[in-house]
């Protein structure tokens, strides 16, 4: 529930009473103000969220209306006094009105933005040279991507071409400084090769279009719900959509600056995948909390313009996922090298005498894009040969590159416990005669 003040001429005071009734806005207080040069009456109403909007709205067309209303929650104490927990306990979802208005807000600081971009570059760029994996979570608090994506959900559910353009240039224009500043820091201190961290960072399961779906969800539902019914903060949110953004921004810089073209394409990819997929979830659950292309205070409105964005998102969100699963695995590797240890530990287990221990399935970023094999090691309880440990490597290297199309190498280290005898058996075994 929000408290809302109302000014309007006296002659329009009937249409608040009535706007009142329509909406359930409970009148707190009236005061009529008879100065000779302003003459208006000033409301006080406690109104539910959901109905701020369609309030307000009724009242446009009252000459001289001026109204505001705080973003906080109030507690209204109201007769009968047995039944607080009914008056007090504010589960309503925050105004469309409210939503919207906040979005304006929060896209208004170039400066803030900027800073706050080169600054969470700075920060992924030091963890990811250093392998600092803490570090990539301190940029992910301090990266500003959640606004500009955040707001351009909204302009997307509202059709607001306006806030749609600003959304995008903020959103290029965060994107765009942190690849600057990563690809400057790697130059700047001579970086040659890809880290360890980077290597992963930069890998892609089959799963990754999940993550933007559901940063744009929980985006959506912090943005949507009441404060006292918010059980998750906006810092929480904020920081799964810079999950989502900060590193892969990062790694575009970076793999600029040592010409890894493969670490920047499933960058790219990343990058693209995440603003859409934000867009369409975030769009859908604003709609689903009320906001439409018409409301008080908002003539711009399109429904032709929320159509069309949603329209070629979905077809970006296709064309991704199309060159996601196009059958190579540049942009799945995670997945595949979960389903080639999958494969190769089935494969031994059928084996008789063979016992695996571990198997690990990666691939790397050492040749040039899209010649990396997946480097497979295999520690097994098996008594071979050096020959026949030779040939079921090479056999399960044949089997991998059949089956998933990438080309394998194999790494099989096989022991026998009957290879190596504890030190007490072979010393008993010096010290026994021949015919005892």
């Known amino acids: 529930m929000r408290q809302l003040f109302l000014t309007v001429p006296p002659e329009s005071a009937a249409l608040v009473h009535e706007a009142a009734d329509e909406h359930d806005a409970a009148l707190f207080a009236r005061i ?105 979570v301190a940029a992910m608090l301090i990266a500003p991507f959640a606004g500009p994506a955040m707001t351009l959900a909204i302009a997307t559910a509202r059709g607001d071409a306006r806030l749609l353009r600003r959304s995008l240039l903020r959103y290029f224009a965060a994107i765009a400084v942190s690849v600057a500043t990563a690809f400057s820091l790697s130059l700047l201190f001579d970086q040659q090769i890809a880290t360890g961290l980077m290597i992963e960072t930069s890998m892609r399961s089959s799963v990754s279009f999940l993550l933007p779906l559901a940063a744009g969800v929980a985006g959506a539902l912090n943005l949507a719900q009441s404060e006292r019914s918010n059980l998750v903060s906006g810092a929480a949110t904020g920081m799964l959509v810079a999950a989502a953004l900060a590193p892969p921004a990062g790694l575009v810089g970076m793999g600029l600056a040592i010409g890894q073209l493969d670490i920047v394409v499933s960058s790219l990819w990343a990058l693209g995948i995440q603003i859409v997929g934000i867009n369409l979830a975030g769009c859908l659950v604003f709609r689903l909390y009320g906001m439409s292309n018409e409301g008080a205070r908002y003539p711009r409105g399109r429904t032709a313009l929320t159509v069309l964005s949603l329209a070629g998102s979905l077809a970006a969100l296709g064309a991704l996922l199309a060159i996601q699963f196009s059958g190579t695995p540049e942009f799945q590797q995670s997945s595949v090298a979960q389903r080639i240890s999958a494969a190769v530990m089935e494969e031994l287990t059928q084996r008789e005498g063979i016992r695996p221990v571990s198997i690990e399935s990666r691939f790397t970023r050492s040749r040039p894009h899209g010649e990396n094999p997946v480097w497979i090691s295999i520690d097994a309880e098996a008594q071979l040969s050096e020959t026949e440990r030779l040939t079921l490597a090479q056999s399960l290297a044949d089997q991998v590159e059949r089956r998933f199309g990438v080309k394998a190498l194999v790494e099989l280290t096989a022991l026998s416990r009957r290879a190596i005898k504890p030190a007490q058996e072979v010393h008993h075994e010096r010290r026994v005669e021949p015919g005892i």
């Open 32 to 136: 009529d103000a008879t100065q000779s040069d302003d003459r208006s009456t000033l409301f006080i109403f406690e109104v539910p969220n959901a109905a701020i909007e369609g309030f307000v709205g009724a009242l446009e067309h009252a000459e001289g209306m001026r109204a505001a209303f705080a973003p906080q929650g109030i507690i209204s104490l109201r007769p009968p006094a047995d039944e607080p927990e009914d008056q007090m306990i504010e589960i309503e979802p925050r105004s469309p009105l409210e939503v919207f208005l906040g979005g304006l807000q929060s896209i208004g600081s170039w400066p803030g933005l900027l800073g706050y971009s080169a600054v969470g570059a700075i920060i992924v760029w030091i963890g990811l040279f250093t392998e600092t994996v803490f570090l990539l």
